[in-house]
C-alpha cells in the first residue's frame, strides 16, 4: 500500500511540477479550519456577550462557527446594554459570515417571534449543529 502511495506521489510530483506540488501538500499539511459550535442559554448580558464575542474571535481564526440559541438564550437581543451590547456583537457575527440558530419552542413560549438575527429552528437543527461541529462550547 505504501509503495503504491510513493508511486502516486512521485507521478503527481511528475505531472504538477515541483513548486505547484509543493504548494499542494503545504495546503494538505496545514491545520484544518474548526467548525465550531456555540451554545448560548443562558439570559445574562455578560456571559451572552461573552460568548458572542467567543464566536466573532473564532470566525477571526477562520474557523467555521454556528451559533445555537436555546431556552433562554434566545433572549439575547432582549438584554443587551451599552456594556455587554448583545446586539452589536450578534451584528458582527453576521457580517462576518456567522449563522445563527435558536430553538423554535423557546422562542414560541416567551412570546417572540423569529427574525433574521433570531431565527426558529427545531432539536434537530441543534443536533446537527452539535453533530457537525469538532468542537462545542456552552454558555
Known amino acids: 500500500m505504501l509503495f503504491l502511495l510513493l508511486s502516486y506521489l512521485r507521478i503527481t510530483m511528475v505531472s504538477l511540477g515541483k513548486n505547484r506540488c ?7 499539511l496545514k491545520e484544518k479550519d474548526m467548525k465550531i459550535g456555540v451554545i448560548i442559554s443562558s439570559n445574562d448580558a455578560e456571559t451572552s456577550w461573552n460568548a458572542l464575542r467567543y464566536a466573532n474571535f473564532c470566525l477571526g481564526q477562520k474557523d467555521e462557527v454556528k451559533i445555537f440559541l ?5 433572549e439575547y437581543q432582549k438584554i443587551s446594554t451599552d456594556k455587554f451590547n448583545t446586539i452589536e456583537q450578534a451584528d458582527k457575527f453576521f457580517q462576518a459570515g456567522g449563522k445563527i440558530l435558536a430553538c423554535g419552542t423557546c422562542i414560541k413560549s416567551r412570546n417572540q417571534e423569529g427574525a433574521e438575527m433570531c431565527p426558529i429552528n ?8 452539535i453533530k457537525e461541529s469538532d468542537r462545542v462550547v456552552t454558555f
Open 22 to 28: 509543493s504548494q499542494l501538500f503545504d495546503h494538505l
Open 70 to 74: 436555546t431556552g433562554k438564550g434566545v
Open 122 to 129: 427545531t432539536m434537530k437543527d441543534m443536533y446537527d449543529t
